[in-house]
């Protein structure tokens, strides 16, 4: 299941699970969208992959438990600081290949 993670991997903006600016990579690494459209060009620091807004959990038990209270965010505080020096040189010859064939 999807880990809602409570901050931006690289500047600790909360993320809350209703957050509509938060962006995940298919590993769930996540960050705020200023920093994936500002610092890190839509390229993973983790992983060279690009990033999508992250769902939201229904906080409504719509249908059989599915939803935020059942299965709450987690507060497991991730938080690794994107050296900028280093993702330039990474992101370098990835981030003008769109995501689809990275
Ligand atoms: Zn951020
Ligand atoms: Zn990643």
Known sequence: ???LRP???????LLPPDSTEARICSFECTFCRVCV?????????NCGG???PRPIRPK?????????????????????QVDLQAH???AE??????PELR
């Open 7 to 13: 901050i931006c991997e690289n500047c600790k903006t």
């Open 60 to 80: 409504n038990n719509w249908k059989d438990d599915n939803y935020l209270g059942k299965y709450p965010a987690t507060n497991q505080h991730k938080h690794r």
């Open 50 to 52: 690009g990033f999508v």
């Open 1 to 3: 299941m999807l880990e």
């Open 37 to 45: 459209e500002g610092i890190l060009k839509n390229v993973c620091p």
């Open 88 to 90: 330039r040189q990474f």
């Open 93 to 98: 010859n990835i981030f003008s290949i769109s």
